[in-house]
């Protein structure tokens, strides 16, 4: 029963890839137990001949949620050795709540046979394996792993490639990120549409202020050095109590417009989980030079050169095919603005690069781009 449930957990709305010669793949639909619409092989098929199932897939796009993640899976699959074979983008399997079951159940992480179970139950789930040829390698793109700790655990302990899988991050500037995210819930009538953006986050931001406070107080106990020479342990440890008291209170998650821009905080997990196989992709960047990043992205998967530039009026358009939004701000922003500046500079030691939105969140009045 267990592997049945994690078979059909592979969740995600139908969504057509277009292919670089323009043909649309749609894969095939079912109904689940639960009555979510899913996207998974309807029969078994056999894996082609040289394809080691247990290898797939070789990298992951693991968010972050509203950073342009669709916009590089879509470049990523022109590379002549990159098969899109997952039968949606986002397939979520590796953060569901039968796969925290599952890993609940099973503590013996080193045991090679659950490991090659649990994987292949996901491989068969997700992708398309009449797809793969044994030169090319393949990929998914799931935001909701980032904030996940079953994904995490199921990435390092129940895949059998766990010792070689790459993950790729996206991150955006984190307040244009939470206004993005507020319009598609509102979109998808998943939010409120009689309330502002303000009134959207004014849990979270309560949230925010209450453990600044808390923080500041600490500092001030332990006559530690300024905020920003630290590494805000207590503020996030603050956050993480008061976010589980909400859910306990009001029998709800919150949206984590504000929480998903937190990247320092889930990013050292990562990076501590898997040393050097996780590379950082900023949104600006890859907006304003795609061929660059791309190229960055390539030679960190370990894929041979390939010139994006036939591709690039494509990959651009796909990567400004965002929804436009009037310019907005307003008190609630621009103390947001100032609260960001700190975590943007723990993410710049962390990286070792330089976040270009950081500057931007220094105007006196900061109002979110277009």
């Not at 070789?58 to 590379?79: E, N």
């Not at 006559?223 to 630290?230: D, G, I, Q, R, S």
């Not at 990286?351 to 969140?361: C, G, S």
Request: with cysteine; hydrophobic share 40%.
């Amino acid at each position: 029963l267990l592997l049945l449930l994690l078979r059909w957990s592979c969740a995600g709305q139908p969504e057509p890839w277009r292919s670089p010669g323009g043909a649309v793949w749609l894969p095939p639909a079912a109904a689940s137990p639960r009555g979510e619409s899913l996207q998974h092989r309807s029969a078994p098929v056999a894996t082609p001949p040289g394809v080691d199932v247990y290898a797939i897939p070789q990298f992951l796009i693991v968010g972050v949620q509203k950073c342009g993640t669709s916009a590089l899976y879509f470049a990523l699959g022109y590379h002549p050795n990159i098969t899109v074979s997952a039968f949606v983008k986002e397939p979520f399997y590796l953060s569901t709540i039968a796969t925290a079951t599952h890993i609940k159940k099973y503590t013996s992480f080193s045991l090679p046979s659950e490991k090659r179970s649990f994987h292949g139950e996901y491989v068969r789930a997700c992708f398309n394996l009449s797809r793969l040829t044994p030169d090319h390698i393949t990929m998914e793109a799931s935001t909701t792993y980032f904030e996940s700790d079953t994904a995490i655990s199921a990435i390092e302990h129940f895949l059998a490639n766990s010792e070689k899988i790459k993950m790729l991050v996206i991150l955006r500037e984190p307040i244009t990120r939470a206004y993005s995210h507020w319009q598609h819930d509102r979109r998808h009538d998943r939010a409120d549409t009689t309330q502002t953006f303000d009134e959207a986050i004014n849990d979270e931001l309560t949230m925010f202020r209450l453990c600044n406070a808390f923080e500041k107080s600490r500092a001030e106990h332990l006559n530690a050095m300024p905020k920003e020479a630290y590494e805000y342990e207590s503020f996030y440890s603050c956050l993480e109590h008061e976010r589980q008291a909400f859910v306990s209170h009001n029998k709800r998650q919150l949206a984590g417009y504000l929480f998903k821009g937190l990247y320092y905080f889930r990013l050292q997990r990562w990076f501590q989980s898997f040393p050097r196989r996780v590379h950082v992709v900023l949104h600006d960047n890859l907006r304003v030079d795609p061929l660059l990043e791309l190229s960055k992205i390539t030679r960190f998967l370990g894929l041979p050169y390939y010139d994006f530039s036939n591709e690039l009026d494509d990959i651009q358009h796909e990567y400004q095919e965002g929804s436009r939004y009037e310019k907005y701000s307003s008190p609630a922003v621009r103390e947001l603005a100032a609260e960001f500046r700190v975590h943007n500079d723990l993410l710049e030691t962390l990286i070792a690069a330089e976040v270009p939105w950081n500057d931007k969140l220094a105007a006196v009045n900061y109002v979110l781009p277009v």
